[in-house]
């Protein structure tokens, strides 16, 4: 039986769309380039990863692609506000809360970035507990992180379901025994879930 639903948080809990974003700041000419630059870069797992700061890694990406250095200081300029709360997932998170489990989060996150939506969004504070990866050092899809979450909630892999939009990241979870949801669409999530006799 399920007592645990660990949740992933971009494009999981809270939209992340890069791309869609930088349309809306620079040209069109330019977008490909500076999204690679920022969101392909060492430097954005770097921050994930928790062992760069935000000025460095915007001056180290500058550096890099100096050509783009407007672009790129535009792009670092308010790019919190991308992470907008997907309404349906939080539902269903509201949901199983109330249904008595144990809700946990589990996402690769910059320091600043996390400490901005966590404040200003309040279906953070249903949460029983979580780990980020920019705080522990380690980064999805590393199975220490995933020990480290069961370890420290003294979780059981069998009564546990990790919900996540990336494939390498569930495929990393399974390995330990975990029920994994891979979420392509966050609108199917109460459908997945009740495949697996989760009564929501």
Known sequence: MY???IFDLGNVLLSFNPMEYLRSKISEDKLGEVFKAIFQSEEWIMLD???ITEKEAVNNII???SIYREDINLA?????GILKPIEETIKVLEDLK????NIYYLSNFHELAFKEVSTKNSF???FDGGVVSYEEKIIKPEEEIY???LKRYNLEPSETIFIDDTKANVEGASKLGITTVFLE????LREELRKLNLNI
């Open 76 to 80: 670092f300029e308010d790019w919190y």
């Open 3 to 5: 007592k645990n639903i």
């Open 124 to 126: 953070f504070e249903l």
């Open 98 to 101: 109330s249904k008595g489990y």
């Open 185 to 188: 669409n966050p609108n199917t």
């Open 147 to 149: 020990r480290l979450i």
């Open 63 to 65: 550096e890099k692609n």
């Open 49 to 51: 990863r928790g062992t």
